[in-house]
């Protein structure tokens, strides 16, 4: 019986997918199978012609593979994104938008890519968010008129960004792609608003209004794109033929032919963007696929007449209840979890007290040429050198650690309730905390509280315990080995190790 359920499972996955792939060639913004990593022979020939050096767009560079020199972009990517998002009167909802429209697109996004993507939904959706939003931040500030036109206030970095040759240069690189329409769809849910009486249009009209919008909103990124990447001297709005990504517009637009005479450059007709932003009244007419799945909506086609028409046929086969229920629980947990890291993501690169992504383990190829030189010898500080794999001459320094910090809470008039409120303290900042470090940690909450309550700790008696005048003013009732630990250059070398 597994088995059977594995089987069915797996051809309904099939299923879906081929669904998608017909739905995405009949989706005028959609081109499937765009996007793939080069051939190992071109590879070959000149690795870093082909590999970002600066900036990494899109899942192939992404992930386990991530190479170090990319992850220092994370941040600014991040601030970009704050930025973007601060164009709007309400930054958080904005981001729930977004992320709600995105996510909705996973199937649609995994046709666009030649090679399997290997993240789930939720992954795949935080790096196109992340991306688009860096992108479309590129975009705007690059266009003054636009740029002061929908102002943020949160400032970016984004203007300066967009000046840097070497990030320019990757972003026309094939591996290091996005779907293009995940731009206009952005743009379009935070800055074109539905107009007033769109209840009472008649569905033509809505139809109508839809697709004049989307064409709008696609001749304005097409614009966009062309003149950051100096294609076109001016940013007036450019109609093309359906691209999947920067590189394939940019192209088209280098190689297209003039023969009936007329200079596309300078020929476009110019279309004026006000302020608009996501209102009430913008009715919600999308509805995610696995929403629909979990409740036991199944979507097929009719027949070949039927798909020459564009019918479909919805059959409903309603779940056991509670069944139902506990995917749709599960989804749900899932989403507001997902929403929550985003929403901390933008809250920590905002706050001018952390660094996103900036702690991180050292490239295998460096390790191997010599393993001493990155490892800790005689204390760990942080996660990366915790737990099942804690070497154990790392073990004995821990006794040490727990008495710096007893000494450190005796400086207080009530060490126990001192405990308390730094143990409350460190534990709200769970998510925050995870957002310094690129690879996932492992541990639950409360142990990483655990690990960061610790150290933090032990440096602070460190650094209070090396400064005589500032020991005596808050004199510890418990005395500790602090003083005697700070001397010690082995500890002190460790401290300065990366992945400590």
Known sequence: MANSKLQEDKRKRWISYMETMIGSVRNV??????IFNVREELRKSREEAYAPKVVSIGPLHRGTTTRRELVSMEEIKWRCMCSFLFRTENPVESLSICSEAIHTLDDVVRTTYVDEIKFDSYDLANIMLLDGCFLLELLITNEKSLDDKIKSRSLGPGAEVGKMEAILSDLKLLENQIPLFILPVLFKELFVEYPQNYESLTQEEKDKFEKESNEMVKKIVNGLVLFLFSCSSESNPVESPNCGHLLELIHWFMTREDGDGINRRNNHHSITVERNFYSSTKPNLKLCAERLEAVGVKIRALD??????????ITIRLKDKKEA???SKLQED??????????????????VRVKPSTIFNVREELRKSREEAYAPK???????HRGTTTRRELVSMEEIKWRCMRSLLFRTENPVESLSICSE????????VRTTYVDEI????????????LDGCFLLELLITNEKSLDDKIK?????PGAEVGKMEAILSDLKLLEN
């Open 425 to 432: 303290a460190i534990h709200t900042l769970d998510d925050v």
């Open 378 to 384: 005689v204390v760990s500080i942080g996660p990366l």
């Open 476 to 480: 510890s009732r418990s005395l500790g």
């Open 325 to 327: 229920m506990a995917d």
């Open 334 to 351: 899932k989403r507001k979890r997902w929403i929550s890291y985003m929403e901390t993501m933008i809250g920590s690169v905002r706050n």
């Open 442 to 453: 492992k541990f639950d909450s409360y142990d990483l509280a655990s690990i960061i309550l």
């Open 29 to 34: 913004r959609v081109k499937p199978s765009t």
């Open 304 to 313: 070949e007449d039927s798909i020459k028409k564009g019918s479909m046929l």
